[in-house]
């Protein structure tokens, strides 16, 4: 080690967060970032549905979004946050040319969003367990069709992932040639992105 | 005379942002399990998400890196919901 080295710093990789060059388009195949936008815009429109409908339901959203479970709702935002944070390792991982790693770190994200879809099973099984349904009343019509939806794009999310995972086990990708890696990446972070938002507004915000 | 190989901290700043996100998460959780409530606790929690909205589009989907319209198409989509989301808390507030 040179000896004008800090104890708290090595020579590693250049990771993405620190690239200089400076693109025109957003990382992966740009249709796929159109069909996200779309993905987008459908909950956004769902969010602001909810809000308002909430105007004419205050008592009762406030009253029904106390019977919901706050933390398997923070577990399952840790579990996407951490998620997103391997998927992106892995896109770093196949920048640097290191197939392997990336591989390892994709797994990794498909793991924690399993973790997702066990905790969210579980509160579903609760609920219908406690009669509760889409007709119950318009707070858990939001609920249930709102966190269901999501549930549905986590699944297309890691079906995506598991496909990407397994060309990059192949050695399908390379540091010249990792759109699809990219692309899955772009679409795992929107899932995540979403939840970002709905984890406050059903669960925490009164 | 050879040439010295980039330094970089031992955490990446990448890694940094995602040790952000889960504080402010469980900044997020904790103000519900306390049974807080009320506007301006709901604008702030709504701010802390679009803030973490903005950070995850920048540095987990690479954005920053991003020149022109792309660069803000995901912080005008956190804008958009999220405004209209805070006019109907608003409004709930105001009877």
């Known amino acids: 080690m040179n000896g004008s080295d800090s104890i708290a710093t090595r020579a590693i990789p250049e990771p993405v967060a620190t690239r200089d060059e400076v693109l025109r388009y957003p990382p992966g195949d740009l249709a796929l970032w159109i069909f996200i936008l779309a993905e987008l815009l459908v909950f956004g429109v769902f969010f602001a549905a909810y809000a308002f409908t909430r105007l004419n339901h205050v008592e009762l959203f406030n009253t029904y979004q106390a019977t919901l479970n706050r933390d398997a709702a923070l577990i399952n935002t840790l579990a996407l946050l951490t998620s997103s944070y391997f998927v992106m390792r892995g896109v770093v991982a196949i920048r640097e040319n290191d197939s392997r790693l990336c591989v390892r770190w994709l797994w990794a994200a498909i793991g924690m969003g399993a973790v997702f879809l066990v905790v969210k099973t579980v509160e579903y099984a609760h609920h219908f367990g406690e009669g509760i349904s889409l007709s119950t009343n318009t707070f858990y019509m939001f609920y249930l069709s709102l966190t269901f939806f999501h549930f549905m794009h986590v699944i297309l999310g890691m079906v995506i992932l598991v496909a990407v995972a397994l060309k990059a086990g192949r050695g399908g990708y390379s540091r010249t040639e990792h759109t699809g890696v990219e692309s899955g990446a772009s679409y795992w972070h929107m899932v995540d992105l979403v939840w970002l938002i709905l984890f406050p507004l059903v669960y925490v915000m009164r | ?95």
């Open chain 2, 1 to 95: 005379m050879t040439t010295k190989p980039p330094t970089q901290p031992l955490i990446r700043p990448c890694t940094l942002v995602y040790l952000m996100l889960v504080t402010l998460t469980i900044v997020t959780w904790a103000t519900a399990r306390m049974g807080l409530s009320g506007l301006s606790l709901s604008l702030v929690v709504l701010g802390i998400a679009l803030f973490k909205g903005h950070l995850l589009a920048d540095w987990f989907m690479g954005l920053r890196f991003i020149t022109g319209w792309w660069r803000w198409v995901i912080a005008v989509w956190l804008l958009l919901p999220g405004g209209l989301i805070a006019l109907g808390f608003v409004l709930s507030y105001r009877g």
